[in-house]
Every structure is written in C-alpha cells, then in structure tokens.
C-alpha cells in the first residue's frame, strides 16, 4: 500500500459545479497537510495548509482533515475554468524542513 | 510567498553528456532544500535533501553518482545529472525551505529531454 493514495481522474466537471477532491493515507505520524495546484509544466503552488485535523476555508477552497480515517478532502465552490488543473495532496510529519509525500494528483477539467 | 527560481526551465541534451539545474531561493534563506522527479502522470518522488553545507542524502534508489546535489550556499542549490540518459528525461523540481517559513516553495521546474 502506498503511503498516500489520490484518484488520478482525469474528473471534468461542467462550470459552477462544486469539486471534490479526496486523498486517504497509511502514516498516522503524518501532522502537515496540504493541497497544491499544478498546472501542465510548471511547478505546484500551495493553495492550502492544514495542520492536524479540522476544516479550513479559503474563498472558494475549503480543505478538511480527518486524521481518525486517515482522510483529507479539498472542496472547490462555484468551480471556473481557471481551476482545471492537476491537484495533488501532500504531507507531512513536520513543517517546513520535512520533505513532503505527495499523492499522485487527480486532473481536474472544468468545463465553460 | 516568498519565490524559489529554477533555471532552465527545460533543456535538451544529448545522451552521455551532464546538465546542471539552478535553484535559488531569490528573497530567503534556505537553510533546507529538496529535489523531486515527475514522471508524466506521476507523482512528485523525492531524490534528495540537502541543508546548506553538509552532504546530501538520497532517496533508495536514487543513485548520488549519478545525480549530484550542491548546497554550497544559502541561496543556491544545484543538480546535477551526470551522462544523462534518455530514461532520465523527466520533470525535475526543486523546494526550498527556510527557518522564518512553515512551508516549502517550489521552483517552475525544469523539463529534461536527454536524446
């Protein structure tokens, strides 16, 4: 079993529609949890951070940990155009100075 | 955020020779620094970690003969792939992190094409 296991997709979705995006883990030591949004040849941006479990909100983004099922999910509200991109889940048992274990990253279209 | 740049953003080479990827943190120090593999419709795999000044440890199965890292300084950290072959073409990315920052930052990435 691989230590972070995300659902490649490929997911499209029509425009306005609310994405869900999920990641399940084996590493109960993991703390750090983050999302990151990757577009076709260039490098990943953080998009959000959460550390232990708990819900976080972002504008349209809303990430929630829950370390008890080993599960973290990234919500996409009123999705647009400009979201389809590869999104991939990371973390880690340390902040900062920890490399992180990234899912493999689901590819997500958003349809005009 | 603070801005890590990676140079060149892609590169060709021919198979036998050695390409050199930068990667500086433009407006922090980073006291730690991480190299990544990507492989199309893969994950972000670790090779390596490196802090500054001391020797870089490696991922299993990632051959520190072959890809050498160096972390001379604060700001800059460099890979380097040595006779390079056409397997070895990927997508290679650096993060750097730093003491003031919960986080690490990517660079752009740098697209190898060995031929």
């Known amino acids: 079993q691989k230590e972070v296991e995300q659902d490649p997709g490929p997911l499209s979705v029509p425009e306005g529609a609310i994405v869900s995006l999920n990641c399940t883990y084996s590493?109960?030591?993991?703390?750090?949890f983050m999302w990151y949004r990757q577009y076709s040849r260039k490098g990943p941006e953080l998009l959000m951070y959460?550390?232990?479990?708990g819900n976080k909100e972002d504008g349209r983004f809303t990430a929630q940990v829950d370390k008890s099922s080993k599960y973290i999910s990234l919500f996409i509200r009123d999705s647009q155009p400009s979201d389809s991109a590869t999104y991939l889940c990371a973390m880690s048992m340390q902040s900062g100075n920890t490399p992180l274990v990234f899912g493999k990253g689901t590819r997500l279209s958003v349809i005009a | 955020g603070a801005v890590v740049s990676q140079h060149p953003s892609w590169v060709i080479c021919k198979s036998g020779t050695s390409v050199k990827i930068e990667c500086r943190s433009l407006?922090?120090?980073?006291?730690?620094m991480f190299w990544y593999r990507q492989f199309p419709k893969q994950s972000l795999m670790l090779m390596a970690t490196?802090?500054?000044?001391?020797?870089?440890?490696?991922e299993q199965g990632v051959e520190k003969d072959k890809f050498l890292i160096n972390h001379a300084s604060l700001t800059l950290s460099t890979l380097t792939v040595t006779s390079a072959h056409p397997e070895d073409s990927s997508f290679y990315i650096c993060?750097?992190?730093?003491?003031?920052?919960?986080?690490?930052?990517f660079g752009q990435g740098t697209r190898l094409t060995v031929v």
């Open positions: 959460t550390y232990s479990s």
């Open positions: 993060s750097a992190a730093g003491q003031a920052f919960y986080e690490a930052f």
């Open positions: 490196s802090n500054e000044g001391s020797k870089a440890t490696y």
């Open positions: 590493n109960s030591a993991f703390q750090y």
């Open positions: 407006d922090f120090q980073a006291t730690t």
